[in-house]
């Protein structure tokens, strides 16, 4: 068997944790496997290399950041196999050049466009265990890219794809995916399995267990994913293309803090302004989630979007850019605001799911700002102080804690 593990940084942090990875993957090896290993940068390395950079350039060119952020893995990897050799196994690090781990060129959110396998293959074939580096691939400059935020994961998937691995397991600082973040509610339940499209929703909404563009990719190429912990034992959960959801109408609560409202006002009524805004938007990698627009008046309307609170300074440059062709009057912005999400398969075939939501915020006197919905999820905008109140009190309402 070909089994992919990739290991957060908090599992690598220090010399104890290295050797407890190690030793873990060391295990599977011995029983016969092929192993490839991914690594985050080790503990905060990541944060702490941003907080160097903002002190030399707090507007740093995105390719420099790249430059210097893909040094935090290279560290994790060449010290695991350090380990790896000192414990008696042979093992090999390699870097995303090294591999040859092709994408796109957007600096700080690139994507993979493909994978060279030939590398590895010959590594694992002179029984070694293969230490990758997670959240980086190389532009057709021959520079180097990070995939944003949680990308290793994402590497991990496009690994287990190209090499039609046997299994692709995530290991993190829980033991599986909860019906919410169990570091917010308390009464939080560990689910044994999720579809592909219910986590996606989660990761899209906020969870941090997976990268979204992770559960994408494993739904693409039928890649399942468990989510276990790196300091227990314990079995973690399966995300695949159907799950027994234990007969739950939604199967978790997301919250996400990452958010920020725009609202343009009187923008003209007329086909194509909708269009010329979101347009100009995408064109600059500007993503754009809940979208509200106003009924017409007086021949102008009103339209109010949210962006994550990085992308907020980049729109509202470009809108005052374009304000005038846009017909835009005015433009305000809040970034005290967050999203919570309800999610599940059930709500398809179930009314009453979003006035069970709205209830559980009203029992609580948390206001609604602005609402999304899609086949299995809810999402609304709240103010952000409000966020953890909420979480519990939505998990309450569904009885997701009740065993």
């Known amino acids: 068997m070909l089994i992919v593990k990739k290991f957060g940084g908090s599992s690598v942090a220090n010399k104890e944790r290295i050797f407890r990875v190690a030793e873990r993957c060391i295990e599977e090896y011995k029983k016969g496997n092929d192993v490839v290993v991914v690594l985050s940068a080790m503990g905060d390395t990541t944060d702490e290399l941003l907080a160097k950079a903002a002190d030399i350039n707090p507007n740093a060119p995105k390719r420099e950041l790249d430059m210097l952020l893909t040094t935090g893995e290279q560290v994790s990897v060449s010290l695991m196999a350090m380990a790896m050799h000192a414990l008696g196994v042979p093992a090999v690090s390699l870097n995303a050049y ?21 590398r590895i293959r010959h590594e694992l074939d002179s029984r070694k265990i293969v230490i990758v580096t997670g959240f980086q691939g190389v532009n057709k400059y021959d520079d180097y890219t990070t995939l944003g935020r949680g990308g290793s994961d994402t590497t991990a998937v496009a690994l287990a794809a190209a090499l039609r691995a046997d299994a692709c397991e995530i290991y993190t600082d829980v033991d599986g995916v909860y019906t919410a973040d169990p570091r917010v509610v308390k009464n939080a339940r560990k689910l044994k399995e999720i579809t592909y499209d219910e986590m996606l929703e989660l990761a899209t909404s906020g969870a941090k267990v997976l990268h979204n563009r992770s559960v994408e990719m494993a739904k693409k190429y039928g890649v399942q994913l ?7 034992l314990e079995e973690g959960t399966t995300v695949k293309e159907v799950a027994k959801m234990e007969k739950m109408l939604i199967s978790g609560v997301a919250g996400d803090k990452n958010t920020a409202r725009i609202s343009v006002l009187g923008v003209s009524d007329q086909p194509g302004v909708a269009f010329k805004i979101f347009h100009t938007l995408a064109k600059n990698n500007i993503n754009v989630d809940i979208i509200l627009q106003s009924v017409g008046r007086e021949g102008s309307k009103d339209i109010s ?9 980049p729109a509202l440059a470009i809108l005052e850019e374009y304000q005038e062709p846009m017909t835009i009057r005015e433009i ?15 709500m398809m075939s179930n009314p009453g799911v979003a006035a069970k939501l709205f209830e559980s915020l009203y029992n609580n006197g948390i206001n ?10 809810i999402t609304v905008l709240i103010d952000e102080k409000e966020i953890d109140k909420a979480m519990q009190a939505v998990h309450d309402g569904f009885g997701l804690g009740d065993v």
């Open 98 to 118: 090294q591999v040859m781990m092709h994408s796109t060129s957007r600096y700080g959110n690139a994507r993979f466009k493909r994978i060279d396998s030939e």
């Open 332 to 346: 305000k912005w809040e970034d005290t605001v967050a999203k919570i999400s309800i999610v599940g398969a059930g």
């Open 368 to 377: 609604i700002n602005m609402i999304s919905t899609s086949e299995i999820r």
């Open 226 to 232: 468990v989510v276990r912990s790196s300091l227990n």
């Open 305 to 313: 979007f949210t962006v994550s609170q990085e992308d907020l300074k």
